[in-house]
């Protein structure tokens, strides 16, 4: 079950090859992706069996911002803060992508859906009422393959901060605190006019694999407030509402990273706050 509340399977699920597999093969091939998602039912069994893939599921928003606030309260920021860290080293981007989820659900208010005019979405966490089932595999798909894209939707941050609570933590010792003291030394120095495009190029020797999964890593950073701007509220210290992206058209990161620049340089309370470790 992707939701599942069940104390017993806590800290018991551990990677597998085979249904790894399978979910990649499902929406990814080596041009993109995937146009027919057809899975056999047999290979869905198997995957389904691996914790990797799920049947289509519908909740109402309220439902999930309710079962959202209540999960928060059962992690702690040191919690994946250590997940970030250890996957510097580990590259378990399903467990990276957790800081993301709980730094945008942060300070999420309890809340009904209220349209915002006329579109189906709700004007305080921007998700979608929808009355079809959602495809809760291609959301999974995107915590393995980038550590999540869509960490500031409620159902996102749902289904990933539920699977992390479910998966055996996978440490790096201190190598991946060393790491990240590194990183956040780089970011927190960099020159004034520095946007995320150029943090990217200049992190890649600390933040292993492609430019797609480093994106993600800034942005999680973004999303805990760890890298923010100081005149744009971000999700470490209020909940923004109001979520406006910088004019220039070629800047397609999520908010509020979109926002960072180099003069802004590092939050110390947030690296405090999930990282004390690294302020030790």
């Not at 309220?62 to 510097?88: M, P």
């Not at 859906?113 to 921007?126: E, P, Q, V």
């Not at 973004?222 to 910088?246: C, K, M, N, W």
Request: proline share 6%.
């Amino acid at each position: 079950m992707p939701f599942s509340a069940n104390p017993q399977d806590e800290r018991s699920w551990r990677p597998n090859k085979t249904g790894e597999r399978i979910l990649f093969d499902t929406y990814w091939s080596a041009s993109g992706w995937k146009r027919d998602r057809t899975t056999a039912p047999e290979t869905l069994r198997l995957a389904t069996e691996a914790g990797y893939m799920f049947s289509p599921t519908h909740l109402r928003h309220d439902e999930i911002v309710e079962r959202l606030v209540a999960l928060r309260k059962n992690i702690t920021a040191q919690d994946v803060g250590n997940a970030f860290a250890d996957s510097l080293v580990t590259r378990r981007l399903d467990l990276r992508s957790a800081l993301g989820s709980f730094g945008a659900a942060l300070n999420l208010p309890s809340h009904h859906f209220a349209d915002s005019y006329g579109s189906l979405r709700c004007r305080t966490c921007w998700a979608f009422e929808s009355s079809a089932a959602e495809d809760l595999n291609v959301l999974n798909f995107e915590r393995f393959k980038w550590g999540g894209v869509r960490h500031s939707d409620p159902l996102y941050a749902l289904l990933d901060l539920t699977r992390f609570r479910t998966s055996a933590p996978e440490s790096s010792a201190s190598e991946g605190h060393a790491l990240l003291r590194r990183l956040l030394e780089i970011a927190g120095n960099a020159p004034a006019n520095t946007r995320p495009n150029d943090l990217v190029k200049l992190l890649k020797s600390l933040i292993p694999g492609n430019d797609s999964q480093r994106r993600v890593a800034i942005q999680c950073l973004g999303y805990a407030g760890v890298l923010q701007s100081r005149e744009h509220a971000g999700f470490f210290d209020t909940y923004p509402i109001h979520r406006a992206h910088p004019p220039e058209g070629k800047n397609d990161w999520s908010y509020p990273i979109s926002w960072w620049r180099g003069h802004d340089g590092v939050n110390v309370a947030a690296v405090r706050f999930y990282f004390p470790e690294v302020m030790a």
